[in-house]
């Protein structure tokens, strides 16, 4: 980054963490990890509105966007760790196979590398451990 580039975003850095701490002061010690125990899963309905027919009624259905953005977020690796498994979670809802699953994340080390999609690998065998276990 140039210099006037990081200066820029340290000002916008500053700025949203000033607005954090006036909006909501408890915010500033949040922390992610577990976010996604708040929202395991979306019922299919639900999912099949927000992922499938409402964007594009003739096209994907939610299962395939689903697991579309479950590759997206593999090549993004371990930032993503708590998206993945809620993604995994939804496409298990909307009908996803574990092989399919497993599928799409295989695919994914040609884009993300091989530790990205051994790190979606590991965060989908839990999900799927989660699941057998209910």
Known sequence: ????FSKLFQQMWEQGQQMTRTLNPAMEAFQGKGFENL??????????MYFGKTFNADGLDAKTRLLL?????????AQAEAQIKTTVRHALEAGATDKEIAGTIAQM??????????KAMELAQS????????
């Open 1 to 4: 980054m140039t210099n006037d």
């Open 39 to 48: 929202f395991p899963t979306m019922p299919k309905d639900m999912m099949e």
């Open 69 to 77: 953005t479950l590759g997206a977020l593999t090549v993004l690796g």
């Open 127 to 134: 999900v799927i451990a989660e699941k057998e276990e209910k």
């Open 109 to 118: 080390a040609l884009f993300g590398g091989v530790p990205a999609m051994t």
